[in-house]
C-alpha cells in the first residue's frame, strides 16, 4: 500500500520556468490537499480539494494552480516559478475531510529555484 | 479563524512522561483539537484528535480543558522516536476542510 506518493522529490528550476508537482492516492480518500514548508517554519495551506471536481483555494495560492484530474489525482502546477517558491511542498489526503478526519501526507518535494 | 499558541520546544528524557501544552482561548464550540508530529526530513503524521472528552490511542492521549480553551498531548512514555515537532491545529471556524499548521513545539528527547 503506498499511501500518497509525490513526484518528484527533488528539483531545481530557473526564474520564470513551470513544472508541475503530482499526486496520487490510492486510499480511496475524497479529499486532497497541497501544503508548502518554508524551513524553520510550519506548513502553509495552497490549495485544497474537498471532492473530485473542486478545487478551493488555501492561505497561500498566489503563484499557483492545481488540478483534481480524477479521484486518486491531484496535481500542483507554477507557471512561472520565482526564487520565493523555493519550499518543500507536501501532498495529502483524507478521506472524511480535515475536520474530523485524519490527514495522510506524502514524503515531501523539495524545490528550488534559482 | 482560532488560532493556537504552543511552546516553541520543549525537552524530555527517554522513558520520561511528556506533557505537550496548547492555548487555544479563542476555539469555537465546534472546532475540533488535532496534533500532527512531523518527524526529521518527513511529512506530518496523525497523532490524535478530539473535540470534547479526552483521547486515547495507541500514540498518545489527549487531554481537553473543560473551558476548551487549552488541551494537552501526553506522550506516556518518550522514545528517541519522538523527537520530533509537534503541531496543535484548530479546524477552521467557517470551513470544515481546512486544518492550518502554526509553527509547533519541537520536543527533544534524549537519552
Known amino acids: 500500500n503506498a499511501g500518497v506518493t509525490q513526484t518528484p522529490k527533488f528539483q531545481v528550476l530557473k526564474t520564470g520556468q513551470s513544472m508541475t508537482l503530482q499526486c496520487a492516492q490510492d486510499?480511496?480518500?475524497?479529499?486532497m490537499y497541497w501544503y508548502r514548508q518554508d524551513p524553520g517554519m510550519g506548513l502553509r495551506l495552497i490549495y485544497y480539494s474537498a471532492s473530485e471536481g473542486t478545487t478551493d483555494k488555501g492561505e497561500v495560492p498566489n503563484g499557483y494552480n492545481v488540478s483534481r484530474l480524477n479521484k486518486r489525482e491531484f496535481s500542483l502546477r507554477l507557471e512561472s516559478a520565482a526564487p520565493s517558491q523555493t519550499s518543500v511542498y507536501f501532498c495529502?489526503?483524507?478521506?472524511?475531510?480535515?475536520?474530523?478526519?485524519?490527514?495522510?501526507f506524502g514524503e515531501g518535494s523539495r524545490l528550488t529555484v534559482l | 479563524d482560532a488560532k493556537t499558541t504552543q511552546p516553541n520546544s520543549m525537552e524530555s528524557n527517554e522513558e520520561e512522561p511528556v506533557h505537550l501544552p496548547c492555548n487555544h482561548s479563542t476555539i469555537s464550540g465546534t472546532d475540533y483539537i488535532h496534533w500532527y508530529r512531523q518527524l526529521p526530513s518527513q511529512g506530518p503524521e496523525y497523532v490524535i484528535h478530539?473535540?470534547?472528552s479526552n483521547v486515547n490511542n495507541r500514540m498518545a492521549s489527549l487531554a481537553i480543558a473543560e473551558d476548551r480553551k487549552s488541551s494537552t498531548l501526553i506522550l506516556h512514555r518518550a522514545t528517541l522516536r519522538d523527537a520530533a515537532v509537534y503541531y496543535c491545529i484548530l479546524s477552521a471556524r467557517h470551513n470544515t476542510d481546512k486544518l492550518i499548521f502554526g509553527t509547533g513545539t519541537r520536543l527533544q528527547v534524549f537519552p
Open positions: 478530539g473535540l470534547t
Open positions: 486510499m480511496n480518500h475524497n479529499s
Open positions: 495529502a489526503s483524507s478521506f472524511q475531510g480535515a475536520m474530523s478526519g485524519e490527514l495522510f
